[in-house]
């Protein structure tokens, strides 16, 4: 399989051609619901297999082979806790939250065990400098996009409100449409002189994350030190992050805005 064909495959959605197909609702559709839980399986498995083959991430992965391949591209553990027991549901397994930091790109990557041996779930956070192209758009989770002069912010937050108010009252071919386009050019243009764009975001690590990460990387680069820290569940907001961060190196700390 390319790398074209395992990008379409990585987005079908099961759900939605199970009800194409019936013309009925899942929630309300036995039959719907069922054809929708075989072609997740059968999509599952296609893509483990392929996955597999290229050492990358698959869904119920074991956590041996996970830290083999994420270290071999360059992924160093720089932190682990135990998971209370309180917080553990469905297992008498230990279970452990990682942390591992790929330095050379700014990729930090943060997840957690199911039954002691199985990634249960997590993501790889990064800054990521994109190209004056905006194909990068197609292969980003979830973020947000900075502008990296802080002097151009107010100019971008007014030309958004203005080209919303043009748009919605003119047409697509009318000359005030066309003049509010080309103001947007402009200042894309003078934004990259000045120092370009950065998305600070995340992509899930459990299927296909080093495919992603390399998607993304051909319309741009990634950065460390960060310049835009990312919301980061258990290092902003999770219960003992203010714990997590004191453990962490002081250069990653600051490097990573912490």
Request: net charge positive.
């Given at each position: 399989m390319d790398d074209k064909n395992l990008l379409k495959t990585l987005k079908i959605d099961p759900l939605?051609?199970?009800?194409?197909t019936t013309g009925q609702s899942y929630k309300e559709d036995k039959e719907t619901s069922c054809l929708g839980?075989?072609?997740h399986i059968q999509k599952g498995k296609v893509l483990k297999k392929e996955l597999e083959?290229?050492?990358d991430s698959y869904h119920r992965m074991d956590l041996l082979e996970f830290v083999c391949i994420m270290t071999n591209v360059g992924f160093q553990q720089i932190y682990k806790e135990e998971i209370p027991k309180e917080q553990r549901q469905y297992t008498t397994e230990t279970d452990y939250l990682y942390i591992f930091l790929r330095k050379e790109k700014g990729q930090l990557l943060i997840f957690d065990t199911y039954t002691g041996n199985m990634i249960n779930g997590g993501n790889v956070y990064y800054n990521f400098k994109p190209c004056e192209s905006?194909?990068?758009y197609s292969h980003i989770s979830s973020g947000s996009l900075f502008i990296v002069d802080k002097n151009l912010k107010n100019q971008s937050n007014k030309m958004i409100?203005?080209?919303?108010?043009?748009?919605?009252?003119?047409?697509?071919?009318?000359?005030?449409?066309?003049?509010q386009r080309e103001k947007e050019n402009e200042l894309h243009n003078l934004i990259y002189k000045q120092g370009g764009y950065v998305w600070s975001g995340d992509h899930d690590c459990r299927e296909a994350i080093l495919f992603n990460l390399a998607q993304l990387e051909n319309y741009g680069e990634f950065i460390y030190p960060w310049l835009e820290r990312p919301t980061m569940y258990h290092l902003s907001c999770g219960d003992g992050c203010e714990e997590r961060i004191k453990a962490l190196p002081e250069d990653v700390r600051k490097n990573l805005l912490l």
């Open positions: 939605d051609i199970a009800e194409k839980l075989a072609l083959s290229r050492n905006r194909k990068f409100v203005d080209s919303h108010k043009v748009f919605l009252n003119s047409s697509y071919d009318s000359n005030e449409y066309k003049k």
